[in-house]
């Protein structure tokens, strides 16, 4: 079994960077995890792998020392579950609204004496072998991240009782859809919320997320990560784009070189 580095370094007092995968793509897990990203956050939300895929992308984040995470579609016991017997150290759970929600996230998430997760063997408590099935449960317990989406107005108005579930490790903070519930106002607006939003979470003793990051603007995520701001997605095709305009611009410049 393998050690959450993401979470070591979280509780070492580092910022964490991940890439946003949204399709099947072992190879793009390898690629971050040897460009030296600290972990891939595999959307199931939007996209559309399956799970023994999933399974193949977090053997691809094994073996080049990246975390793996996922984005689950939905905040239900069996999907949690079904997820995270695949092998992950981390799930994103969207549309954590209360603390109700927050606190049977976490429970559904972890083993007694911290949860209520069901029984399974499998790569997740390395089929058992060489391990006890009470150090393999504590073990899981100590190195999953459970991550609730704040991204609606109603997570805001009830941070405080998300803030107080012990078993919620990091808030993630959304843009697109917290822009969406606030109705669409300038982008100007939903920064403004955020910006109350991240000092808060860290004030109240957790880990922040912020995704929905532009690639491209590399100041207004360095923004967010002064006001407190330590778990930051980005999308991987994002990156790609950025990376290939930045090729393209730099023929271009020696080209025009005498």
Not at 117 to 129: F, L, S
Not at 185 to 213: D, F, T
Request: charged share 20%; glycine share 12%.
């Amino acid at each position: 079994m393998q050690t959450n580095t993401t979470k070591a370094k979280l509780a070492a007092g580092d910022v964490v960077f991940g890439a946003i995968i949204t399709r099947y793509s072992p190879d793009l897990v390898e690629i971050f995890g040897a460009v030296g990203y600290d972990f891939v956050m595999i959307d199931c939300e939007h996209g559309p792998m399956n799970l023994d895929q999933v399974e193949h992308m977090v053997r691809a984040a094994e073996t080049f020392g990246i975390t793996p995470i996922a984005r689950i579609p939905n905040k239900e016991e069996s999907t949690i579950l079904r997820f995270l017997d695949r092998g992950l150290q981390g799930i994103i759970v969207p549309h954590v609204n209360s603390g109700e929600q927050a606190a049977g996230v976490a429970r559904a998430a972890r083993y007694h004496p911290d949860g209520q997760r069901g029984m399974g063997g499998g790569r997740a408590h390395d089929y058992g072998i060489g391990v006890t099935r009470d150090e393999s449960t504590s073990w899981v317990n100590s190195q999953l991240l459970v991550i609730p989406m704040v991204e609606e107005v109603e997570a805001v108005n009830n941070l405080d009782q998300i803030l107080a579930v012990p078993g919620a490790d990091v808030l993630h903070v959304a843009a697109s859809d917290l822009g969406q519930s606030m109705g669409f106002p300038p982008v100007s607006e939903v920064r403004k919320v955020m910006g109350e939003v991240i000092p808060r979470v860290r004030a109240g003793g957790k880990n922040v997320g912020v995704g929905g990051n532009n690639p491209a603007d590399a100041a207004g995520v360095a923004e967010f990560i002064k006001l407190g701001a330590n778990f930051v997605t980005v999308s991987s095709q994002g990156l790609m784009r950025l990376a290939a305009e930045d090729f393209r611009k730099r023929v271009d410049e020696a080209l025009a070189t005498p």
